[in-house]
């Protein structure tokens, strides 16, 4: 019927890494979902209690790109004694003309790490102070250094505090942040006291109770958290949400079923229909970012279908052009 | 990470035909689904109005099997103007202990026409007469062709009848059916006809509107309606779902969302909490199918994601052992 191209992680790799010009690519995606009719069904997840996993598949239709992606994530829990990642999966890269299916990319989760990271990026650009001399990390995985690194294409920055709930685990990580960032990370001993002494604060666990708490907040702050992608996780007390003067978010919809929004409408400290911005607003210039230095801003990062599609189609078009990949005919 | 089974449609068509065995496996899929906690989400659905296309993708987890399917259906309804199908997809095949994926089959909808096909069988099993002399097939398209051979598998047939809104479409599909079940098949001139003189009938047309009504309705007729399974979709005039003595789906949410049952609900002629049987409860004995040659029984197939990873799993299990596929190393 049509070739297919198979890519590798390890392709994939030398075709994408976490740079400006992914950065640019994911705040372009955001304020296309703001700004133009893109279709983004609801997740589709499924848990698998007995096996202690669950997977989630998340699509989106951009108008004017030439493909779609569905991505098929799964995250098993128990993994990591087995000696694997807990999250691995895939991507599909399907014609827009025909829903042919063009491109199979085996990438383990690893766009999903860049894409991830990449939104956070946009997030600092949009909403951060334009000095950080401090920036706390919240969580020593994957993701958490991935963060630290994203933020710094954005901002100076002259020091990292890192906090997780084992200490060896953030030490590990704060390591690991400074040769990705190349600036001094350390380990925070506790986590109000990194947030009282960061400008601005990235928050990456699974955490399923909030972590920041309305005592530990100050003028000024920005917070990104871009654990919460399930109805019963949790990183921001429900007053963090509600004292922050602008509260942003990638999606409004997910935000208020699966993210922090969630919980704050839960806890009625905010209304439903309370006034929210989403990330793609600002990029697009239809709404504000930060506006004062002492503003303290919240944005909410829940993972949309919008940046998968448009990770994958430009993978498939670097690939392309390297000539990379098992070509397979169907 | 692992190496990655990539199968094409023309090895899956060597692993896997509609045969007995493959309605055996669809009979205890169907079983496994009544009776054990499989997990089984509702389906992601993505609509492309400006491309006339759609993307559906369905999974399930089934206790006791080693893997599970996620399944990419498009359906881009211009495809047949540039030669193409208009479905076509692929589905994955992920470890149930850890998600990596196994498998990736590229079977442009193959497995889908098989699976499909093979729950019209089970249906004919437990509720079609035991003589049917008659067979009625409404639609021209590979389903209705694939829907004859399924049923031939489970009923001596005499001849079939054949009806479709183009004429020249529906010769063809009786020729095509003559080949494929070895009975007669001819075109009937009219669907009231058809359903007339048939014992069974079968409907797999992507109608919006009722094609049949109470009027045509006779003792002892059994309708399978495999072709609406979205809201729009309908072939049963609400009062022939309302007249049938036993109403029977694959999966009672979905005929109340999707299906037939949708449409009897909402006209107000079955109440909403109908008691409605599974096939699957009648597999494994539950349930009682049909008890009596004069009573007119109908079901509705919506299409589960049960079917998708029992059909990929076995079909994993058979290229394996033939020694099919590209191994691609991630």
Redesign the interface.
């Known amino acids: ?1 049509a070739d ?1 191209l ?1 890519l ?3 392709e994939l790799r030398a075709c994408v890494e976490l740079d400006s010009g992914a950065v640019d690519m994911i705040a372009e995606a955001f304020a296309t979902l703001a700004t133009k009719p893109v ?10 209690e ?2 202690r ?1 669950e ?1 989630d ?1 998340k ?3 951009v ?1 004017g790109l030439d493909g ?1 992606a ?1 991505k ?1 994530s ?3 829990f128990d ?1 990591p004694k ?1 000696g ?2 807990t ?4 991507m ?1 890269v ?1 014609s ?6 063009q491109a ?1 990319l ?1 990438d ?1 989760g690893y766009l999903t790490d860049v894409r991830t990271a990449a939104a956070g990026a946009v997030a600092a650009r949009c909403l951060a102070p334009e000095s950080v001399s401090t920036l706390g990390i919240v969580g020593a995985g994957m993701q958490a250094r991935l963060q630290a690194k994203a933020f710094c294409l954005e901002r100076k920055v002259d020091r990292i505090l890192v906090w997780g709930r084992d200490p060896d685990g953030a030490a590990k990580a704060a390591q690991e942040i400074t040769r990705l960032t190349g600036r001094q990370a350390s380990v925070s001993e506790s986590l109000s006291g990194l947030v009282r002494e960061a400008d601005a604060v990235v928050t990456a666990t699974p955490s399923r109770k909030p972590l920041i708490d309305r005592a530990m907040l100050h003028p000024g702050l920005h917070i990104t958290a871009m654990g919460a992608d399930a109805e019963q996780k949790n990183e921001l007390a429900p007053e963090v949400v509600a004292e922050a003067e602008l509260f942003v978010c990638d999606k409004h919809e997910q935000s208020a079923r699966l993210g922090e929004l969630h919980h704050a409408v839960g806890a009625g400290l905010v209304p439903e229909d309370m006034p929210v911005t989403e990330l793609g607003e600002i990029v697009a210039g239809l709404k504000p970012g930060r506006t004062e230095a002492d503003q303290i801003t919240v944005c909410d990062l829940t993972g949309t279908g919008v940046q998968d599609t448009a990770i994958a189609v430009h993978a498939l078009k670097v690939a392309r052009e390297k000539g990379f990949g ?1 070509v ?3």
């Open positions: 019927m297919v198979v590798t992680e390890k279709q983004m069904p609801p997740i589709l997840r499924m848990d698998m007995e096996r996993g997977v598949v699509t989106a239709y108008p779609f569905v098929v799964p995250g098993f993994n087995k694997l990642a999250t691995n999966g895939l599909t399907h827009a003309e025909t829903g042919v299916v199979v085996l383990n098992t397979v005919s169907t």
